[in-house]
């Protein structure tokens, strides 16, 4: 990854429905360096009109891989794109408001500390499911 001069063209996208298909909620586009076949994301999220003030490409640390992490309670839901990789500790901020530390296991679920959050926690990759959609329910 780090000796690659990439060359990125456009790969796919993942769309995150809530609750139906017929309801975008977000999407994460993902290039693809022609070279080393490295993947790189960005996230789209409706109603989303300010510029990012990062330029190009986030990187990721080597080993890591790009996912999509679903934070719902009840009827209110948020997400966020990260890096992942089993092991990996981070704190997230729920949907309510609150932190919640979690890891990273190693089929790439989260797990949350005991009792920290009401919240629902789902990860999902984004190599698997470029050009495919994640319902959220």
Not at 88 to 104: E, N, R, W, Y
Request: with cysteine; proline share 4%; net charge neutral.
């Amino acid at each position: 990854m780090e000796n690659c001069s990439h060359s990125t063209v456009y790969y796919g996208v993942v769309n995150i429905f809530l609750r139906t298909a017929q309801d975008p909620f977000g999407a994460v586009d993902v290039w693809i360096c022609t070279k080393c076949r490295d993947l790189f994301c960005e996230d789209k999220r409706w109603g989303l009109t300010e510029l990012s003030s990062v330029v190009g490409f986030p990187k990721r640390d080597e080993g890591s891989k790009w996912a999509i992490l679903i934070c719902m309670i009840g009827a209110e839901v948020k997400w966020e794109l990260l890096e992942a990789k089993p092991g990996k500790q981070f704190d997230h901020s729920c949907v309510d408001g609150k932190t919640c530390p979690l890891t990273v296991n190693d089929n790439y679920s989260v797990s949350a500390a005991e009792a920290q959050s009401p919240s629902k926690h789902s990860l999902y990759l984004v190599d698997g499911r470029i050009n495919r959609s994640i319902i959220v329910k």
